[in-house]
């Protein structure tokens, strides 16, 4: 599965001052600690750019490109800073667009920078009238809009990245099989098949720090059992990078990474978490199993379920 690095986001207010002041020495250390950690995209985040984040994204652009080769996920709400990225980026065809939504004018001014420089795109299965669907067949059913666009526009579905939306845990706990749901109904509905991705983090927003990567990397392993290609996520967790590569290359390293793969199997195969066994006495898989349990709706979340 590619990782699309969530790491320089203007979420974080350390990285919003440090774009704000064009603080460059800032900016270079957090995209060297991304680079090392070698993702198939580095996101820049940048929000609505507006007012003093006027002409951020070029000068983002621009430290980037002399720092490495890595593609990078041009996110904002602006067009315009979009647009001016992809004009500065020698292989454009290379990177990706996060993101549009179902939202006709949107969608149409997006999807016109995706095929004018042949990148990729990630659409969000939502618009402005109904927000995030809470059922996996209207979030289908944007897509099917979304589609209709891009084909108008010439754009290959395999550049487009179909993101399902997850909510919180903590929020709405029925949404994470939704979410896994709609990643089935994705990969199965298009022909030629499309592509995946999710915003990792949104599953554990809210929760206790120390449940955070745990949430995470469960979700992502049954997310890539269900069909997921890439996740934006944070590629400063290294054992959610080596649980990505244990999954592809069916190959683990601890006892516990035993369990993972029977979790993505589960999931590959449509069974039930009921036919998975794990070492009641260990307490690492323990805390997997409780955690997928929860993901999967068959527990009521707390933020002492591990307690439980």
Request: glycine letters at 4%; one cysteine or more.
């Amino acid at each position: 599965m590619k990782i699309i690095s969530e790491n320089l986001h203007i979420i974080s207010k350390a990285t919003k001052e440090a774009v704000l002041n064009r603080d460059e020495k800032y900016i270079k250390a957090l995209l060297q600690r991304q680079i090392q950690t070698n993702p198939d995209w580095i996101d820049l985040n940048i929000g609505p750019a507006k007012g003093a984040f006027s002409g951020a994204m070029k000068w983002l652009v621009d430290i980037v490109k002399d720092m490495t080769d890595i593609p990078i996920s041009f996110d904002s709400t602006n067009t315009e800073e979009i647009s001016t990225g992809l004009a500065n980026i020698l292989k454009p065809q290379e990177c990706i667009i996060n993101s549009t939504s179902a939202d006709y004018e949107r969608l149409n001014k997006i999807s016109d920078l995706a095929s004018n420089y042949g990148c990729s795109l990630i659409a969000l299965t939502m618009n402005a009238e109904i927000g995030i669907p809470k059922d996996s067949d209207k979030r289908l059913e944007l897509a099917f809009e979304i589609i209709e666009v891009t084909t108008e526009k010439g754009i290959d579905n395999n550049k487009i990245y179909f993101d399902p939306l997850i909510l919180p845990v903590c929020v709405d706990q029925s949404q994470a099989v939704e979410a896994l749901n709609t990643i089935r109904m994705l990969k199965e509905s298009f022909e030629p098949q499309i592509n995946t991705t999710i915003g990792l983090s949104n599953v554990s927003n809210g929760c206790p720090k120390e449940l955070r990567g745990l949430i995470n990397r469960v979700f992502m392993v049954l997310a890539m059992g269900c069909g997921l290609d890439s996740a934006i996520a944070d590629s400063f967790d290294s054992e959610l990078l080596r649980l990505n590569s244990v999954i592809e290359n069916q190959q683990p390293k601890t006892d516990y990474d035993n369990l993972y793969i029977s979790l993505f199997n589960m999931m590959q195969n449509f069974e039930d978490i009921e036919t998975i066994k794990y070492d009641k006495n260990n307490e690492e898989q323990v805390k997997l199993f409780k955690t997928a349990e929860i993901l999967l709706n068959k527990k009521v979340y707390t933020n002492s379920f591990l307690e439980i």
